[in-house]
């Protein structure tokens, strides 16, 4: 096969994963010295956080139902454009009331892009790699979110943080360039893709039709399996967007760091994330084969949430920075092993109607992620330390575990089979 354009489009999907959370990280560096510089409280600080999840909650699913209407191309080039935009726009704020707003359209414009990345990659690549070019993709998120605390403190230091908001905008806008030469919805118009890449990613199954499956909306609220991803998945969010907002507060509060040295200890949990994506993934397919898909995937699952529950229970007694700091890793590291695992899960249980149901499970993790900086905030006030949400993310992480127990991802959707 001379040319592979599928890993070009692979390559993009990747970059553009890490900008998602390059930009969406920079805010949680540029913290302290925006509330400084506005004036803002902690539980304002918190409410600018959650107000991202809000947005990005409402519009996930709608804005994943324009990318089946239109085309993936389309709407790509749309919310990556939108989210640089206001990522520029962030750095221009004057109040609490601007920064609210900017931040509310910024989560509304970045809602859907996963979903309809992820489309766009079952129709460029076959199902016999599906699997390991989603890994890519959120392998592309982690580390986005792992290099984005560095790169920010760097610039916030150099450039200050409404420069640097206004830099981070900006590579968006190169993707969008980049996209438009690149990517083509249906890889048969694309001149570069040769008759035997076509025949290939044609081979396996044909990615779904394009539209919503009729009856899919009442298949998934009845459906107890589906409501207990929804709880499991609620979990994911708790802990892990203390790494997005309040990390590197934290570290500069209780342990006494630097900008610089925040940004460099904020590094590793994403780091070790992103490498646990992968292998809970394989891990699990592993397990499918030796064992069933019931407990090939229930096991990483429950498994990866209760050694999460352990790292944030540790990390709530430890003392020092860097006793701290791996103990956060280690559970962003567990947590990450189970979040392929429960998209695997989910995608077998929706179906035909998979579009829907990972859609509807993802909207649990985002009011999760829209309820964990303000309970941060309101914990850190009242009990004086982010460790009483480390107590709270410990039993949650219990919580998400044993909910595993009701989730089987043998038992399909009623009539997505």
């Known amino acids: 096969m001379k040319t592979a354009v599928r890993y070009r489009v692979l390559l993009l999907a990747f970059l553009a994963a890490g900008i998602t959370y390059l930009d969406r990280v920079c805010i949680s560096a540029a913290a302290p010295a925006m509330s400084a510089d506005l004036g803002l409280s902690d539980l304002q600080m918190g409410y600018v956080f959650s107000v991202f999840a809000l947005a990005y909650g409402i519009c996930e699913i709608p804005m994943g139902w324009l990318g089946d209407r239109f085309g993936q191309r389309t ?55 599906r699997g390991r070019a989603s890994g890519v993709l959120w392998m592309g998120a982690r580390m986005g979110g792992a290099l984005a605390p560095l790169l920010a403190a760097a610039s916030i230091a150099r450039l200050g943080w409404r420069t640097t908001f206004t830099a981070f905008g900006a590579v968006g806008v190169l993707w969008c360039f980049a996209f438009w030469r690149i990517y083509t919805d249906d890889p048969a118009s694309h001149p570069a893709v040769s008759e035997a890449e076509l025949d290939y990613i044609r081979s396996g199954e044909a990615p779904p039709a394009r539209g919503r499956p009729s009856g899919s909306w009442t298949a998934l609220f009845r459906s107890a399996n589906l409501w207990a991803l929804f709880g499991m998945y609620f979990s994911t969010s708790y802990g892990f967007w203390f790494f997005l907002t309040w990390m590197p507060t934290y570290l500069m509060r209780e342990h006494g760091q630097t900008l610089q040295q925040s940004g460099l200890y904020s590094v590793l949990p994403l780091a070790v994330g992103s490498m646990a994506c992968i292998t809970g993934g394989t891990l699990s397919d592993r397990l499918v084969l030796r064992f069933g898909i019931r407990w090939g995937r229930r096991a990483v699952g429950m498994g990866g949430f209760f050694l999460a529950a352990a790292g944030f229970a540790v990390a709530a007694t430890a003392t020092g920075p860097l006793a701290s700091i791996l103990c956060l890793a280690f559970a962003a590291g567990a947590l990450d092993l189970a979040v392929p695992v429960a998209w695997a899960t989910c995608a077998s249980v929706g179906g035909r109607f998979g579009g829907a149901a990972t859609g509807f499970m993802n909207t649990g993790s985002s009011i999760s992620a829209m309820l964990s900086p303000l309970s941060g905030a309101w914990l850190a006030h009242h009990f004086g330390s982010f460790r009483a949400m480390f107590v709270v993310a410990t039993v949650i992480y219990i919580l998400g575990g044993l909910l595993w127990l009701a989730i089987d991802p043998a038992r399909p959707l009623e009539g997505a089979s």
């Not at 989560?107 to 766009?120: D, L, N, Q, W």
């Open 75 to 129: 709407l790509l080039l749309r919310i990556v454009a939108g989210w640089s935009l206001f990522t520029a726009l962030t750095g221009m704020v004057r109040s609490f009331g601007s920064l609210i707003a900017t931040r509310f359209v910024f989560g509304a414009a970045e809602a859907g892009f996963f979903p309809t990345m992820s489309r766009g990659l079952t129709r460029w690549f076959p199902q016999a790699e």
